[in-house]
Each structure stands twice: as C-alpha cells, then as structure tokens.
C-alpha cells in the first residue's frame, strides 16, 4: 500500500496502538515492537520504518504510563534517569548513521537477531521472590527489606567510585553496596547505539541491564519509560530524514496518536500483572517479530 492511502494511516495508528500499549506493559521504548510492525503491516522500508518508530517516541507518549508506575509505588532512580539520557542523546546519531549504511535485507536479519537475544535473556531472567520470603541477596534479586540491607556488611563492588555509601531507600543493591547511578553511563551509551541502528527506544537494552544491576521490575520498567520522555531520540530521527527514503511525517501523526492512548492503557494494565505473567508477554512477542521478521527478510 501506498503511504498516503487511509489503510496506510489506518495501519500506521494501529501499529502505534499495539506498541503503545505494549510498551506501556513491559516498559520498554516501543521501537522494539513498532519498527516490526510499520515493515509487516503498512510494508515501509526497513529503514523508514526505524526511523518512524524513532520518531513516534518524540512526543512525551510515556508520561501516563510513567505516573501509572508511580502511582502503583515504583520509585523512579531519577540521577541514573539523568545519567541514561544524556548518554543515550549522544550515541543515538551514530547508530543511525551507520543504519544508513546498511542494505534493508541484512538489517532486518539484525533485527531479528537483536530480538532473539532479547527473547534468550528473557527466558533466563529468574523470577523475584516474593516480598517477605527469605532470600540471598543477588544480583537482579531485590532484598526482602530495608532491615536486611542496614545489617549488611559492607563490601566493596569494583572502584570506589562506582560504589556508594548504602541509602535507606536505595533501590539497587548488590553485595550490601548502592549502585552509583554513573553506570548510566555506558548503559545509555549502548542503549543510545543500538537506538539509533535499529530504531528501538532503548528499553530493550536498558531493562535487562537495570535488572541485571539489582533493580526492581516495575523500577526498571519506570526508569526506561522516563529515560524517553525528553526527545532524546530527536537527532537519530534526523539522520533518517535526511536518508536517501526520508520520512513520511503524515503518516508518523497517526503512529504518534495511536502510541499515546495504547501507552496509556499499557501502563495502567502493567501494575496490574504479575512479574512471571510480563515475562511470558515478553518472550512470545520477541520471538514472534523475530520469525515473522526473519521469514519477511
């Protein structure tokens, strides 16, 4: 179909619709899910297709999930926040440039790589323990209390200045030492990357990473949604619309709208779901776009 037919813009806002509301749900960017579908569903390029989703994400689209996630009690690490996005703003151009560079077929065989690893750590991903059950401390383990933490020893996680001094309400622990949020840093610097290269909108780097770091789900989840609510991908989208295919900016409006009532939804519906039940979600979506992807290449 042509980009200017209404099955083009009635697809485009269904495909805004469903990754809205899945990013909503599982906290991610929504490029992971969206630059798939645009390729599938309405049939754009590969690379127009990351550069909508790149630019559907623009908008503060992740507000209402973000105050959904706050509301349920999640306590969002805002100096990380800082940290992830001025990062992320700087790596995020590159991987678009060197997208660019990249013949679509290869591309979408990239992309359905990218998902597979993501479906991979997924599966690997233990489920936490429930609060009040009595667990060790681990990595990706939330503690059972506050109490446990203040009688932790205290052991030193690599250079000092990558380990701080335990707050009471810290949110990320590992071996009874804070995270320093500086590991924004180079997450953001990967998130940012693979961002710009494969239109995503970085949560599907920056949640196992969190994770694997000590953070909470629903923490995760509310740090990558914040992450995305300055434009940061604004330079990325730059790149793609000065590409040989440019953008079709129409079409994005629809994408935009439908994005921002399925994020909203998504976001109520996440506080509402267990831990193993996002898990599932998660792992039949990586894997479907992966296949489906993989076979359209």
């Given at each position: 179909m042509t980009t200017d037919s209404p099955l083009a813009y009635l697809g485009a806002g269904g495909c805004g619709l469903i990754a809205g509301f899945l990013a909503g749900l599982l906290g991610i960017g929504g490029g992971g899910v969206l630059a798939p579908l645009l390729s599938l569903v309405v049939g754009l390029p590969q690379h127009v297709a990351q550069g909508m989703s790149l630019g559907a994400m623009l908008p503060p689209v992740g507000y209402p999930a973000l105050r959904a996630y706050q509301q349920a009690g999640a306590k969002v690490p805002w100096r990380l926040v800082a940290f992830l996005v001025v990062a992320f703003a700087c790596a995020a151009?590159?991987?678009?440039?060197?997208?660019?560079?990249?013949?679509?077929?290869?591309?979408?065989?990239g992309f359905s790589l990218f998902l597979i690893v993501n479906a991979i750590r997924t599966a690997q991903k233990p489920i936490s323990a429930p609060?009040?059950?009595?667990?060790?401390?681990?990595?990706?383990?939330?503690?059972?209390?506050?109490?446990?933490?203040?009688?932790?020893?205290?052991?030193?996680?690599?250079?000092?200045?990558?380990?701080?001094?335990l707050p009471a309400n810290s949110l990320a622990v590992v071996n009874g030492r804070a995270l320093s949020p500086v590991w924004g840093i180079p997450i953001g610097l990967l998130a940012g990357t693979l961002s710009g290269l494969l239109g995503i909108g970085g949560g599907l780097v920056v949640i196992p990473a969190?994770?694997?770091?000590?953070?909470?789900?629903?923490?995760?989840?509310?740090?990558?949604?914040?992450?995305?609510?300055?434009?940061?991908?604004?330079?990325?989208?730059?790149?793609?619309?000065?590409?040989?295919?440019?953008?079709?900016?129409?079409?994005?409006?629809a994408v935009v709208s439908g994005f921002v009532f399925g994020n909203f939804f998504g976001g109520?519906?996440?506080?509402?779901?267990?831990?193993?039940?996002?898990?599932?979600?998660?792992?039949?979506?990586?894997?479907?776009?992966?296949?489906?992807?993989?076979?359209?290449?």
């Open positions: 151009p590159l991987g678009s440039f060197l997208a660019l560079h990249i013949a679509s077929r290869p591309l979408k065989w609060t009040g059950t009595s667990t060790p401390a681990a990595i990706g383990t939330p503690l059972p209390s506050t109490a446990a933490v203040d009688e932790a020893p205290p052991v030193s996680l690599g250079p000092p200045s990558l380990a701080t001094p969190l994770s694997r770091c000590g953070y909470k789900r629903l923490e995760t989840q509310a740090a990558s949604v914040a992450m995305m609510i300055p434009p940061i991908g604004l330079p990325a989208v730059l790149v793609y619309a000065r590409g040989p295919e440019g953008l079709p900016w129409p079409l994005l409006a109520k519906t996440s506080t509402q779901i267990s831990e193993k039940t996002a898990k599932y979600v998660s792992l039949c979506l990586f894997c479907g776009l992966a296949a489906l992807l993989a076979i359209r290449a």
